[in-house]
């Protein structure tokens, strides 16, 4: 079964950092494009990043470049987004997401991971 | 900065009923590059059609894409009890290279 799996979220002060990690099993991991997509509370999905299979290509929406960075592991199977300079408008269900080799449309999601920017 | 905007914000109907759905880009999508998706509460969100017009596996036949250029369109023929939920319209682009549309939210009349 294919599968992904967010850890790493948390509740952290504005100004703070956080890592967020994405086990990928059940899939040749190191041939997929790999996204992060967030969903603020009560509101409606919002791109983040994006990773190429190889980490060749990276990009950002406008709200995070510059304080985050994607990154992954092939032979971990895992998707990273490190988070810095957080505010609180950055709190939210982080996903990863996985971009189908066939199409461009992500056909795999994990569950999510909550990060919440508070004093 | 491609902006996707979804029409209606709500749209409320009933089962079995025809649900037409509109998204409009702010600039010209390569038809491979628009998805949407469904999300109900509590769950991720769940591709449905890919390259404008194509169904995700396990996507009933009820569910059809159309549309061009900046103005695309997802229509449910015939709606089910489990339809009812919030659908967003995605695109690939240039930097950035990701955009979503708002959501249009599908709720029982």
């Known amino acids: 079964e294919v599968q992904l799996v967010e850890s790493g979220g948390g509740l952290v002060k504005p100004g703070g950092s956080l890592r967020l990690s994405c086990a990928a099993s059940?899939?040749?991991?190191?041939?997929?494009?790999m996204n992060w997509v967030r969903q603020a509370p009560g509101k409606g999905l919002e791109w983040v990043s994006l990773?190429?299979?190889?980490?060749?290509?990276?990009d950002y929406a406008d709200s995070v470049r510059g304080r985050f960075t994607i990154s992954r592991d092939n032979a971990r199977n895992s998707l990273y987004l490190q988070m810095n300079s957080l505010r609180a408008d950055d709190t939210a269900l982080y996903y990863c997401?996985?971009?189908?080799?066939?199409?461009?449309?992500?056909?795999?999601w994990g569950q999510g991971t909550t990060v919440t920017v508070s004093s | 900065e491609i902006v996707l905007t979804q029409s209606p914000g709500t749209l409320s109907l009933s089962p079995g009923e025809r649900a037409t759905l509109s998204c409009r880009a702010s600039q010209s999508v390569s038809n491979s590059y628009l998805a949407w998706y469904q999300q109900k509460p509590g769950q991720a969100p769940r591709l449905l059609i890919y390259g404008a017009s194509s169904r995700a596996t396990g996507i009933p036949d009820r569910f059809s894409g159309s549309g061009s250029g900046t103005d695309f369109t997802l229509t449910i023929s015939r709606l089910e009890p489990e339809d009812f939920a919030v659908y967003y319209c995605q695109q690939y682009g240039d930097s950035p290279v990701c955009t979503f549309g708002q959501g249009t939210k599908l709720e029982i009349k």
């Open positions: 059940g899939l040749t991991f190191s041939t997929y494009t």
């Open positions: 990773i190429t299979s190889s980490s060749t290509y990276k």
């Open positions: 997401a996985r971009v189908s080799s066939a199409f461009y449309g992500m056909d795999v």
